[in-house]
């Protein structure tokens, strides 16, 4: 070694240094290639092999020879080979950055840490004096971080001289602050989009105003662990969050009128696309069961979604993917646009992706095809008040915008276009695929671009939920909403599908086949039926009405019926009414039917005549029921019953 060291001395010092310098950096550029290959889990495994194999020999050959032609003083042979080395490391280089962005960026989309803020809001006319203490709403459940565990938060940290009143649910809190039981309640600050789709509080943001306002980043506690692969079918649920907000990287709460389940293999390309419309009314996992529009799920984070989803389709979700509206329009932007036949009959113009009605920044769609920048996309895809099925035919919309982006990535050209399209995505985007998932999902792309067959593409078998509209009384929206009640064989007929997708059923292979060269191609949309089925009823609103009517239309389904008289000089007495007519009901109107087993009514009962009976049904001892709408239940009785007096919480739990 000394003497090879003494020869080494001997050279020309520029020449020496050149080969030492593009020897350090030819090592640092194989070490680096080799440590982001690995990221690349198994995209292109025998690719990377032969390019790490043959950069590796290169590095040898360079080391050895190169020193020798050092040594032997062949100064412009090293000069060249170093260069051209040089060249290979820079490409080397390039190549691992560009990978570690690429893998940056799909590691930002799964969302460690999240950004959870409380509000405490009050209407706008709600009065505050100094020192005044006052009533605040707050959710009964120490798991909720934006509706309890931030609000005590923030109440300590502002010392806040208030009394807490608990509530189950969101929609009692707003309904107590609407009808003034509460000054103040604690909310996500994401209110306004979650809750202005309803009637009663669509002016939601112009209404009431932020008192106090506490945000804090914390580890993610929505997060559902997978144990899935994207090499096996698998199922995913797409959920699309409104925010006015570019990025997605706050709350827990989200408003769920985009909800998609699709069920995808990787082997035969199959997709399953199921849209579920978003009144429609199943049971609520984190309510307890108690039944709602499945939208109002999403109040109570993604957990809550899935396991709600899940109990209804009978098939276990293995991700999940929560998207930003805004970001659909940067990402269809970024691929360029996307090609979408709007059906027939279609005309409308939306609001922007800011929310902006003014004339210039409304977009307006119309039949045809049509290839649709971002603005158009979302609008098209967000739009329901003035079709004429309204969610319906936005779902299915929402489907034709999905397959129109799925098709566009294929024309990818350039490596920006794709870091482009990867920081949109990264940005409006959270899921619990990790990145080695989100690296698989290359395979199946390069299945679609260089499939065997020439024009390959991912078959998209659509779905439609048929059922019928149904206005009832939701215990949890607390009051009468329209909902959307599916027929149970459509729904099977869809999870049929969505389990022949994922290999967990066996198609049924249809034996004959009418064909005609006249006739027009129709993709068969699974569930699209209509079916004769017992349709669920209501409980009308007895009030004003004969209790003779009452009994009848009760008697006819099954319902007891218990009168509770009301005399004259009790509460709820108007001398007005006819003899036996029901002024207020325990039960109240829109719940189902098959939901009731008893009612009880309160009727006038005037005096009568010695030569008069009245004869009534009675418990041997009645309380009073909720008023429907609110009318005062306290009445005196006649001698068959007992008079009472129920407190708050009595009517409350009658009425529920």
Not at 248 to 276: C, K, R, Y
Request: charged content about 20%.
């Amino acid at each position: 070694m000394k003497v090879l060291w003494k020869k080494i001395k001997k050279t020309k010092l520029s020449i020496r240094l050149i080969y030492l310098f593009v020897f350090l950096i030819f090592l640092f550029s194989y070490v680096y290639l080799f440590k982001s290959l690995l990221l690349l889990n198994k995209i292109e495994t025998t690719l990377r092999i032969i390019v790490l194999s043959v950069l590796g020999l290169l590095f040898l050959l360079y080391t050895f020879f190169d020193l020798i032609l050092l040594l032997t003083k062949k100064h412009k042979t090293v000069v060249i080979t170093s260069f051209i080395v040089l060249l290979i490391s820079s490409a080397s280089i390039i190549g691992s950055l560009a990978i570690n962005k690429v893998y940056v960026l799909l590691a930002s989309i799964n969302k460690e840490t999240v950004i959870y803020t409380t509000n405490l809001i009050s209407l706008n006319n709600t009065e505050f004096t100094n020192n005044d203490t006052f009533n605040v709403g707050i959710i009964n459940n120490e798991t909720d971080i934006e509706g309890n565990v931030l609000a005590y938060e923030l109440i300590n940290k502002e010392n806040l001289n208030i009394r807490i009143e608990k509530y189950d649910t969101y929609f009692e809190l707003l309904e107590n602050l609407y009808n003034g039981k509460l000054k103040g309640i604690f909310i996500t600050s994401n209110y306004q989009a979650m809750y202005e789709g309803y009637e009663a509080y669509e002016k939601i943001g112009e209404e009431v105003k932020v008192l106090y306002d506490y945000s804090k980043e914390m580890k993610n506690q929505d997060y559902i662990e997978s144990s899935a692969s994207v090499e096996d079918p698998f199922t995913i649920l797409l959920m699309g969050v409104d925010s006015q907000y570019d990025g997605l990287n706050a709350n827990a709460a989200f408003n769920g009128d985009t909800l998609m389940l699709i069920t995808f293999n990787p082997h035969t390309l199959n997709a399953t696309v199921f849209s579920i419309p978003r009144d429609t009314y199943v049971p609520i996992a984190c309510l307890k069961g108690d039944s709602s529009k499945i939208n109002s799920s999403a109040a109570y984070g993604t957990k809550c979604v899935i396991n709600t989803i899940e109990n209804l389709v009978d098939i276990k979700i293995d991700y999940y993917v929560k998207i930003n509206f805004k970001g659909v329009v940067d990402l269809v932007d970024t691929l360029g646009g996307i090609d979408v036949t709007v059906p027939n009959g279609i005309k409308f113009c939306e609001q922007d992706s800011n929310r902006n009605h003014a004339a210039n920044a409304l977009q307006c769609i119309e039949s045809g095809f049509q290839h649709m920048n971002g603005e158009q996309a979302l609008a098209f895809a967000r739009h329901r008040k003035t079709l004429p099925a309204g969610d319906f035919q936005r779902v299915q919309h929402q489907q034709l915008v999905v397959e129109g982006i799925a098709n566009s990535a294929k024309n990818l050209k350039s490596i920006n276009d794709f870091y482009s399209v990867l920081d949109a995505v990264s940005r409006n985007m959270d899921t619990n695929m990790t990145t080695k998932e989100m690296m698989n999902l290359y395979n199946v792309g390069k299945s679609v671009i260089f499939g065997a067959n020439e024009g390959s593409m991912i078959n998209i078998q659509k779905t439609y939920l048929t059922g019928y509209d149904l206005t009832m009384y939701v215990n949890n929206l607390r009051s009468n909403v329209y909902t959307f009640q599916y027929y149970p064989q459509s729904l099977e007929e869809i999870k049929d599908a969505l389990k022949i997708t994922l290999d967990k059923k066996k198609p049924t292979l249809n034996k004959t086949f009418n064909f005609s060269v006249n006739d027009t191609y129709t993709p068969v949309v699974v569930g699209k039926k209509y079916y004769t089925v017992q349709r669920n009823e209501t409980i009308p609103n007895f009030k004003g009405q004969s209790i003779a009517y009452a009994r009848s239309w009760c008697e006819a389904r099954n319902i007891t019926v218990y009168v509770n008289s009301i005399t004259e000089g009790a509460t709820g007495y108007n001398d007005a009414l006819e003899n036996d007519t029901i002024v207020n009901q325990n039960v109240a109107r829109g719940k189902l039917v098959k939901d009731v087993h008893s009612i009880t009514l309160d009727v006038i009962k005037k005096k009568t005549t010695s030569n008069e009976t009245t004869t009534t049904t009675s418990r041997p001892t009645t309380t009073t029921g909720v008023v429907d709408e609110g009318e005062d239940t306290t009445a005196t009785t006649t001698k068959e019953t007992t008079t009472e007096t129920t407190t708050k919480k009595e009517e409350e739990e009658n009425e529920d």
